[in-house]
């Protein structure tokens, strides 16, 4: 009778097992082949994947100057100045030497574009007064402020081509690389 008794207890015990594993498998929804199925389906994605959207962001551009089309352009992001120069077409009288044609393209950027007239009239006054203009001078007469190499004088073409003009002569030092020491030793040499 003991041994009937521990067989049925031993019994019930598995079935409530059996029952309590089974409400378990019911609840989760899984099944033996869904983890197998799950594993297919992401070693098929990997093998064939989604391709990725094609889109571009855009960006806008004044291009003012000696140019043949002033205006605002609508190009890509990455673009350069080139690229807006292309669009806008260059006078013959352009000195688009002036310019770093190179240069990566912002949103928002205004381009102007210097004529050689002005640029001569610009270096001659500049030769009068001694002073140099931020806004007109080029790589040369901008290295012949103390402290300003090649490098700096570049700085300061880009920053003008991606700004726009200089509005006072404080703001040169947001150039790259033209902090207060610089901007001491030539504040008295410059203007705008």
Do not use: C
């Not at 594993?21 to 093998?47: M, S």
């Not at 310019?99 to 393209?105: D, E, G, I």
């Not at 901008?142 to 920053?159: F, H």
């Not at 020491?181 to 040499?189: E, L, R, V």
């Amino acid at each position: 009778m003991q041994n009937r008794t521990r067989m049925l207890t031993i019994l019930g015990a598995a079935v409530v097992l059996f029952v309590f594993f089974a409400a378990q498998h019911v609840q989760t929804g899984t099944h033996p082949d869904a983890f197998a199925y799950i594993e297919e389906e992401q070693l098929t994605q990997q093998e064939n994947p989604m391709p990725e959207p094609a889109y571009t962001i855009e960006i806008m551009v004044h291009v003012a100057g000696a140019v043949q089309k002033p205006g605002v352009y609508t190009l890509e992001q990455g673009q350069r100045v080139e690229d807006a120069l292309q669009l806008a077409g260059i006078t013959e009288d352009a000195d688009i030497d002036a310019l770093n044609r190179a240069a990566v393209l912002t949103d928002g950027q205004k381009i102007v574009v210097p004529s050689k007239t002005e640029v001569q009239s610009q270096q001659t006054q500049a030769a009068d007064d001694g002073m140099v203009n931020l806004n007109q001078a080029d790589l040369t007469q901008l290295m012949t402020l103390p402290g300003i190499g090649e490098v700096k004088a570049q700085a300061i073409l880009d920053y003008r081509a991606q700004q726009g003009s200089f509005t006072a002569i404080e703001e040169i030092r947001q150039v790259n690389g033209i902090g207060e020491a610089i901007y001491s030793q030539i504040k008295n040499k410059i203007k705008i």
